[in-house]
């Protein structure tokens, strides 16, 4: 009986732990199934998910770049705006700039205008004065015979204009001049007493009128130039020539006479030492003394030193003569001008300086002040003491006190 108790119980055990492991089995064959099935299932989810993931990672990617793009213009479109606000600005001075230079323009033209129109209006009162001359001794011309009166040392634009308002076109009348028709034609013109002998028009105009005089006297020079010292001016070529007519004292003609004789350059000029000036003068048939009284070395070292740029130092001492006090100077035209170089110590030079400081008259020079000399000598690059040393202003009073008048009509 109890064997048979036995037996059962350990069927019964055999029994249960078969089932058990049947029921494990079937539990991780079902898990397995399962686990197989949602795979197959979710595996495609996680491939579409993967796919769809990769794609946005894609999109994130292109709009991290388009952002980044984006971003790029919006600095370039703040660089712009900021650089169009300095262009604005910039703009607006050269506004400003342009509205001043506009109002300047326009006061420069009626200022312009008004001494066109006073221009106009002297010459129209020199050609009356056509009766005082004697065409008989000096010849007619026209306009259309007119030589380059400007090439004769003496004769700039502003007498050429008188000249023609008396219809004297030609170096054949100018050689033709006698004293008196010098006399006369100074006071038609209200020209400089002296300064036509001075310049010696009539010699000049003798060797301009004719090709053939002027060929020889060039022909003359150049057989001449071995005599200059050219190791101490130094050598110049014509392709580097300077325009030596900015020299005051310096004209058409006696500039060529110079470049005959291979003097091209202001250095050259600056260079001349007594001798040199001794030998040049008498090279180019040129009058004694005129290199020195016209101050050619000294003009010559100043174009050297502002580079030849006259245009910018006469316009800088123009703009400084605000400086001078007409108010008490008085207020004189180009027109009304005396030859300031009867002066002692005044050369063509100053005098040019000096005109263009509204300095025309001696009238003007004899009332001038300490004050006056000081800004005067700063303006013009000179010692005051030479002012003083040469007696300007008791010159002009003399000077003053002789003076010619000029005939209306």
Known sequence: MNTLAILLAQTKTAAAIEIILLLLGAAIIGYVV??????????????????ENHELKIQNDALKAEKSSFQKELQEKDNEIIQLNKDLNAFKALHAVAAQESGNLTLKNKET???????????????LRKHLLDYNSFGTASDAEKDD???????????????????????????????????????????????????????????LMSKEKREAALDRIRAR??????????????????????????????????????????????????EDTE?????????????????????????????GKKANLLKNIREKKNVIPTNRLGISLKHQANNLT????????????????????????????????????????????????????????????????????
């Open 149 to 207: 009166l400007t090439m004769i040392s003496g004769i700039g634009s502003f007498i050429e204009e008188r000249l023609h308002a008396l219809d004297i076109y030609t170096y054949r009348q100018i050689s033709k001049f006698t004293k008196k028709d010098i006399e006369t034609i100074n006071v038609a013109i209200e020209y400089f007493a002296g300064r036509i002998e001075r310049d010696e028009w009539i010699a000049q105009a003798r060797e």
């Open 34 to 51: 399962a686990w197989l099935y949602y795979k197959s299932i979710y595996s495609k989810k996680i491939e579409i998910l993967e796919s």
């Open 225 to 274: 130039k071995t005599q200059i010292y050219f190791n101490r001016i130094g050598m110049a070529s014509r392709q580097k020539a300077d325009d030596l007519t900015a020299i005051s004292g310096i004209g058409g003609w006696i500039e060529k006479k110079l470049n005959a004789l291979e003097i091209y350059t202001y250095k050259q000029i600056a260079n001349f030492n007594k």
């Open 342 to 409: 009867l002066i002692k110590g005044i050369s063509l030079w100053i005098e040019e300086r000096l005109n263009l400081l509204d300095i025309y008259t001696f009238e003007q020079i004899s009332k001038l002040s300490p004050e006056d000399v000081k800004s005067i000598s700063e303006i013009l690059e000179v010692s005051p003491k030479r002012i003083q040393a040469d007696n300007w202003i008791g010159q002009a009073k003399e000077l003053t006190k002789t003076k010619v008048s000029i005939p209306i009509n």
């Open 279 to 307: 030998m040049v003068t008498s090279a180019i048939e040129y009058f004694p003394g005129r290199i020195d009284r016209d101050e050619w070395v000294h003009q010559a070292r100043d174009l050297v030193r502002i580079e």
């Open 113 to 127: 205008e008004q001494l066109l129109n006073e221009r106009d209006e002297a010459l129209a009162k020199i050609a």
